[in-house]
């Protein structure tokens, strides 16, 4: 018999799915868990791993949660959905509602998400509300919209989204035979470390690990509440995706934070983008600027000598194509111009 992919059938036996529960899925999940080449010595680790959640359908970590939130909206009988985001939810969120044939709102700040975000979007047909706002002022609204409104909510405030995103830390688990000493990833809204800490929990409850890792979140410097204790009331960053003042699962990624012995730390846009440069040129891996942070975070304990030894896994939450912008701005793309001949090509090339 053919099993298909996805979450609701690689993970329902830790979901809170029933048999009205449909079993949608765009084959999200079981994303790759990579060794790195060439980085691990210089974060001072012995093994560094890459989750490759831009594996997903819609090329980000969201479409694990939103399997799980739109199966549950539709079970209780939801017909559209709503979003705020920074764009990767929106795309995700605008997928899975055209694949179930509901509607999808999507709050998203005037001009801050990235091109190839928004063409997502379009593309699924979602209605596309741009807010004179930031993410915070979306989520505000989004939350009093859902209230007022039949659509149901599936930000990660909506408890199914975590359940869904809890199920990474199960496959890192199942891959690598325990947990990893330290779990590296962004924070923006706080959803998704609430979530990897869950499911990390989980499996050492279930026996599936024998220890907790660390878990090190790291904030972009200019949007990094979590660190200074006090909300952001003008986030700014490169990595627009996390682009957050007042992060919605703030108590949750504290808890997770302390839980665990590990940190929330900030690293620069500079930070960011010297590990965005080095994922892609010497891992081979293109990530939004965004899932940069994570390395740029173990690089800057590596380089403190704050990592001593031990296997750490970095979340790579979200695709490099997401933002092709930042990408021709901040890699000095190597470009020669040159006639449509061989001889004219050799020569541009001073062969
Ligand atoms: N990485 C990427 C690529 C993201 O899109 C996000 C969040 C995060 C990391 C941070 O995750 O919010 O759970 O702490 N993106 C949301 C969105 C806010 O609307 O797409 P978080």
Redesign the pocket.
Known sequence: TVRPRGVLYRWAEVLPLTDQTPRISLGEGETPLVRAAALAAECGLDELWFKLEACNPTG???DRGMVVAVAKALEAGARAIL??????????AAAYAAHTGIDCLVLVPGGKVAAG?MAQAAAYGARIIEIDGN?DDALRAARVLTERHPIALV??VNPHRIEG?KTAAYEICDVLGDAPEVLA???????????YWRGFTECAERGLASRHPRMCGFQAAGAAPLVSGQPVANPQTIAT??R?GN?A?WQT?IAARDESGGLIEAVTDDDILEAYRLLARREGLFV?P??A?SVAGLLKLGRAGRLRGGRAVAIL??HGL?DPDTALSACQPDIVRAPATVEGIEAALGW
């Open positions: 980000s970590f969201k979003c705020a985001s920074t764009g990767n939810t929106s795309a995700s975000k993410f930000n990660s995103q990833i962004p924070v923006g809204n706080a959803g998704n470390i609430t979530a995706a996390i957050i992060p699962s990624a939004e965004a899932s942070a939450t979200g997401k």
